[in-house]
Each structure stands twice: as structure tokens, then as C-alpha cells.
């Protein structure tokens, strides 16, 4: 089991959130970003939202970066950690833009780039930005073949509803080959056949623990696997939001859980098929205390479940 590190101030989830994560500013995350690097955590990952409707605010908060713009930062900003978005709506953004804003972050970063990929939720966000939010399945699944294609081919070419193009030049290639890991977030069936299809992790987000093994299995019997799934990300805070970003209440999944909770279910996790997690951040003062704790998770909790 690895562990992903909880950036502080990436978002401001009523669910999560704690009130002095406010005051963190970007110099304190770049400071963090190498701090966890420093500890041996694997990866950084990165929310987005590009806009929220004011009736929105109260449950998801104001605060979202573009999560490649931060991806990459972060990266520039250290030399080994990985950096992942969680998630990056995939239908609010021309798929060419996508593949060359990703392709450039994993060949400055010496290929340290993995992308979860989202269809998006937020119907008012679409509406604001011109998207019709009805085909971001269809245009999901189209703009992730068109990626794949310009990151892989020599002289790439596709042909869609959505996106087209042909007798065309695409460099610098992504480092990693074939290209950098693409996983999908979400939990629907289309989401999962998404995943079979083309992913190499999933991240869910309204599934109980207790029913990954289920999807797990939904996804490796579709009858166009692609068998390259080996990822699953489950962060203890996921089950504290719930649809929406409405909060939910679990008791198992509290911030501020002692060592033996924390090896305890970090340890059932990995029974039901995950493979990377997160600690939630605890109720703290200040940014000084959080140094101290992930150092606390770093040294006592990440040998015990590696």
C-alpha cells in the first residue's frame, strides 16, 4: 500500500476541510510538495473545477486550481513525486489542449505524470462554459481515444462526432511509455467500462469500501478488458463526501484516528483491492503542526503497511 499526500488548501470541502487550511498559500504548498517527496510519499493529486455557481459554495467551496497548471508546478517543483489530478473534468477542455498541456508536463518532469480523468458533474459549470453537459459521456470516450492517439502515433489521426484531425504533427511525446498512466474517476457503469477499456487505475468516489470488490470485478469482465488495470486509489476522507459534496458521516474514516486504526484500515483497504491511500488531515492550528503529523504518518504508518 502507498500513500498520497493530502495537500492542504487544494479545495475547500465542507466534508473535509479543516479551518486553518485556509491560510495556506502556494509558497507553503511548494514547501509541502518537497517535504513530501523528502518523506516517501508517492503522489500529489490535484482537484479541479474551473468555475462554481454560487449555490454551489456552501457544500464545495470556492477554491479549485486547474489541475494541470498545478500538476505541473508541483512537478517542477520536485524530482521524483508523481502528480496526479483528482480529478480533471475531461469534456470541459479540447482533447489536443489536453494531450499537449499532459505530454509537456511528462516530458519536463522526466515522466512523473499520472492523469485521472472525470466526465463532470456540475451541470451549471458546463452551461457556463459552453459544454453540453448531456454528451460528456459520449464526448468523454471520444476525447480520451483522440489523446491516447496523439500521445502514441507517429502520425496520428481520428475521426469523431467531437474531434477530428489528419495529416498532423504532435510533440514532444509523454516520457512514460506507452504514455503516462490514465486513470478514470468515478463510479457509474460507463465510468467503469471506461476504465476496462483504457485505464490503469480507477479512482472511486460514492462507492463504499465494501463494494469495491464488486466494481472490481464488474470491470475485469467486460468483455473489452484491456487488462491493464492495477491501480485503485481510496482516500479515508472519500467517505465523508458524498454526492453533491454533501457531507456523510463514518465514524471509521474520522481525521485524528490513532496508529492502529490507521494500519487497521489501511490494512482492509488493501484486501479489497486498493493499492494507494491517503490519511485525512487531522484537526490541527496550524501548517507547523501538519509538517509534524505527516512526519508522524511517514515514519509510523507507512512501514507498517508497505
Avoid at 480529478?87 to 505524470?113: E, F
Avoid at 478514470?184 to 467500462?193: E, S
Wanted: aromatic share 12%; glycine share 8%.
Amino acid at each position: 500500500m502507498e500513500l498520497g499526500f493530502a495537500m492542504p488548501h487544494l479545495l475547500r470541502l465542507k466534508a473535509t476541510c479543516q479551518p486553518w487550511e485556509a491560510e495556506v498559500t502556494g509558497a507553503d504548498q511548494t514547501r509541502l510538495a518537497k517535504w513530501a517527496e523528502k518523506l516517501g510519499y508517492a503522489m500529489i493529486s490535484v482537484p479541479e473545477h474551473h468555475i462554481i455557481p454560487r449555490a454551489h459554495v456552501d457544500l464545495s467551496g470556492p477554491h479549485y486550481f486547474n489541475a494541470y497548471t498545478a500538476m505541473s508546478y508541483l512537478a517542477g517543483a520536485t524530482e521524483r513525486i508523481r502528480v496526479n489530478s483528482c480529478i480533471a473534468i475531461l469534456p470541459l477542455q479540447h482533447p489536443i489542449v489536453t494531450a499537449k498541456a499532459l505530454s509537456t508536463a511528462d516530458w519536463l518532469s522526466g515522466g512523473r505524470v499520472t492523469i485521472t480523468f472525470a466526465v463532470g458533474w456540475l451541470k451549471e459549470e458546463f452551461d457556463l462554459l459552453g459544454v453540453p453537459f448531456h454528451e460528456r459521456g459520449a464526448m468523454s470516450e471520444e476525447y480520451v481515444q483522440a489523446i491516447i492517439e496523439l500521445w502514441t502515433r507517429e502520425n496520428p489521426e481520428f475521426e469523431g462526432k467531437y474531434v477530428s484531425f489528419r495529416d498532423v504533427a504532435f510533440e514532444p511525446k509523454p516520457v512514460q511509455d506507452p504514455h503516462p498512466p490514465v486513470w478514470f474517476g468515478g463510479d457509474a457503469d460507463p465510468v467503469l467500462g471506461r476504465v476496462a477499456r483504457y485505464g490503469s487505475g480507477w479512482w472511486p468516489f460514492l462507492t463504499k469500501p465494501e463494494d469495491i470488490p464488486a466494481k472490481l470485478d464488474f470491470i475485469r469482465s467486460r468483455p473489452d478488458y484491456a487488462g491493464k488495470l492495477t491501480d485503485v486509489f481510496y482516500g479515508f476522507a472519500t467517505s465523508r463526501v458524498g454526492e453533491g459534496h454533501s457531507v456523510r458521516t463514518d465514524p471509521k474514516a474520522r481525521p485524528g484516528m490513532s496508529k492502529q486504526e490507521i494500519v487497521d484500515r489501511l490494512g482492509w483497504f488493501a484486501e479489497l483491492g486498493v493499492t494507494m491511500s491517503s490519511v485525512p488531515i487531522p484537526a490541527l492550528e496550524s501548517i507547523e503542526a501538519y509538517f509534524d503529523y505527516t512526519q508522524w504518518v511517514a515514519e509510523e504508518i507507512m512501514p507498517a503497511v508497505a
